[in-house]
């Protein structure tokens, strides 16, 4: 062996050891971000106003209808999910094509339920429709597309494995109503009151950046400043979209033009930092983003829907990806008379109808499994104590706050609440619903 040289024995060794510790950190940083809570300031009081108006509908629906088919009530009061501050030109048009869109697609899917043919075809289609046509339009952040063929999905066991179908989807209809009707209490007291929100958060955020202490002073972290930075345009850009919102292409009141002014003002100042750090020296660049501001609104519908058809657009890429995952997994249910397709297809395409990237995806599935699994366990021991329909109905409840709480936070212990809050309005409802799979 030449003088110096490692022998080959101890260079494996070196090697794998370094291999281990790599895999040993991977595992306690995911491990930590496994039981991480997000600080979310104020979610509770999001997640107790959504969850009242969830139970209001389900609870007063079951009061009409009856405990056979009134928990059902539940799928349609996820309506409420879609109202994330938004004014009030939004909500009803949000409200109203969402709420058919709902209805819609669970009756297709009953309709087709009788013809076992039809059920991969036509579930594989609505989503691959659902999933594009919500990236391709839907610019803020919203609760996803898997409601809206999730029910079609839904709508073809109810179809065939029940024959409370049809009722179950007058059932959704009303909860859609009664829910959109609940979700506007807000407004009474403040009508302008999302715009005012989105504007001061705006604000705030631009000033807490440019109030970090970047130059001059203690030392600034760079990961601190740039996630400041970040919230701020992001805040900017949701404040612009909730204002285009609430007032389209229409005339403006006092009122708008008065938070746009602000809001204006606001931008140009975030502006003028990032140029200044950016270009320093040179302030005639800062002087051109006052002269050359220009409100643009809202892309034009042709415009979004050519974007998102095209060739490497993240709405097709979804789309196409999640109507695969749905018809293969709903075929093999199909064919193995093993549970039914409307539960693969939730099973296949609750974590890739997000359309995050790999890791990402691959996370939030190992976060799912566990639980889904963790779920399950508590509903099989809320059942080992044989309770009532109505205690049903209550703990069902509990699971819908738990998930308004927990999933902007804590996402494995949002599933669990996301479970039990579902298995329970099966099982709640009559024998023939009584689960997943049945």
Excluded at 7 to 22: I, M, N
Excluded at 108 to 130: F, K, N, R, Y
Excluded at 255 to 272: D, G, I, N, Q, S
Aim: aromatic share 6%; charged share 15%.
């Amino acid at each position: 062996m030449p003088p110096g040289a490692v022998p080959a024995s101890a260079e494996v060794h070196r090697r794998l050891d370094k291999f281990l510790r790599q895999l040993t950190h991977s595992f306690f940083r995911q491990l930590k971000d496994f039981f991480r809570f997000t600080p979310a300031p104020g979610q509770w009081r999001t997640a107790l106003r959504t969850s009242l108006v969830m139970a209001a509908s389900v609870l007063t629906i079951t009061a009409v209808a009856g405990m056979d088919v009134g928990p059902m009530a539940l799928f349609g009061s996820l309506l409420a999910l879609w109202n994330t501050g938004r004014p009030l030109r939004s909500r009803l048009i949000t409200f109203a094509v969402v709420g058919l869109v709902f209805t819609g697609s669970m009756a297709l899917g009953v309709l087709v339920a009788p013809v076992p043919w039809l059920i991969v075809p036509t579930i594989t289609a609505v989503v691959l429709i659902s999933v594009l046509t919500y990236y391709a339009f839907v610019i803020s952040p919203g609760p996803g597309p898997l409601n809206l063929f999730f029910a079609c999905a839904l709508g073809t066991y109810l179809g065939g494995h029940t024959d409370k179908g049809w009722e179950i989807v007058a059932v959704t209809a009303a909860s859609c109503t009664l829910t959109s009707l609940l979700s506007l209490s807000d407004l009474v007291r403040r009508p302008r009151g999302p715009e005012e929100t989105a504007v001061s958060s705006a604000h705030a955020a631009v000033e807490g950046y440019l109030g970090h202490p970047s130059n001059g002073g203690p030392p600034a972290g760079e990961n601190e400043l740039r996630a400041l930075r970040d919230g701020a345009s992001t805040a900017v850009h949701r404040a612009w979209a909730t204002l285009h919102a609430a007032h389209g292409s229409t005339a403006r009141s006092a009122v708008h033009r008065r938070l746009e002014t602000r809001l204006l003002e606001t931008e140009e100042r975030l502006a003028a930092r990032l140029v200044a750090d950016h270009f320093p020296g040179r302030p005639a660049a800062a002087h051109a983003v006052r002269e050359q501001a220009v409100v643009l609104g809202r892309p034009p519908a042709r415009y979004l829907l050519r974007h998102a058809l095209s060739r490497h657009s993240r709405a097709r890429l979804t789309a196409v990806r999640n109507a695969l995952a749905a018809g293969i997994a709903a075929l093999a249910a199909q064919l193995t008379s093993i549970g039914h397709p409307y539960w693969a297809v939730l099973s296949s395409t609750v974590v890739l109808h997000a359309g995050a990237d790999r890791g990402s995806t691959t996370r939030r599935a190992v976060h799912r499994l566990l639980g889904t699994c963790a779920g399950v366990l508590v509903v099989a021991g809320v059942y080992a104590l044989h309770p009532g329909r109505p205690l049903e109905l209550a703990i069902m409840l509990i699971g819908v706050y738990g998930m308004n709480l927990l999933l902007v936070r804590q996402y494995s212990l949002a599933v669990v609440c996301v479970t039990a809050m579902a298995m329970m309005a099966n099982t709640t409802t009559s024998p023939g619903l009584s689960g997943p799979g049945c």
